[in-house]
């Protein structure tokens, strides 16, 4: 392999992170959050590689999307967040899982904070159009 082809082992990783992100996005997505974005950031840090960022209208609604997300990623993703910052303020909640961190705002922290910016040279992933949700509903 040349140096600019990455691994099988890191090629699969990324593939897990992105499919990982696209999926809280689209948990963020079905309880009503907004201004999703997805930040790929593998070209600029080895910390992680994606953020998804999203503004929440309440702190009701920020602990919904959070326990969701949580609910979502341990039962069909069988990942456990390794860390959560920020949940009992509700203006900035942050959900560690490795290579994917979460971070859901209220607008007037989202505006302040504003990540986008800040990692103004990550690539934006775009958010695939919804088929039928891919996501059982079934009881």
Do not use: C
Not at 8 to 19: M, T
Not at 22 to 45: H, M
Request: proline share 3%; net charge negative.
């Amino acid at each position: 392999m040349t140096e600019s082809t990455p691994s099988p082992k890191s090629i699969r990783e990324n593939a897990r992170g992105h499919d990982l992100a696209i999926a809280i996005a689209r948990i963020i997505e079905e309880t009503r959050g907004k201004d999703i974005r997805i930040l790929d950031l593998r070209s600029v840090t080895e910390v992680f590689d994606y953020f998804v960022i999203a503004t929440g209208s309440s702190r009701r609604q920020m602990h919904a999307v959070s326990d969701e997300i949580e609910r979502v990623v341990k039962a069909e993703w069988g990942d456990e967040k390794r860390g959560i910052e920020g949940y009992d303020e509700s203006r900035w909640i942050v959900l560690d899982y490795g290579d994917v961190i979460v971070q859901l705002f209220d607008a007037d922290s989202r505006q302040y904070w504003d990540l986008e910016h800040l990692w103004g040279d990550a690539k934006r992933v775009e958010l695939p159009q919804s088929e039928e949700s891919p996501r059982s509903t079934d009881s």
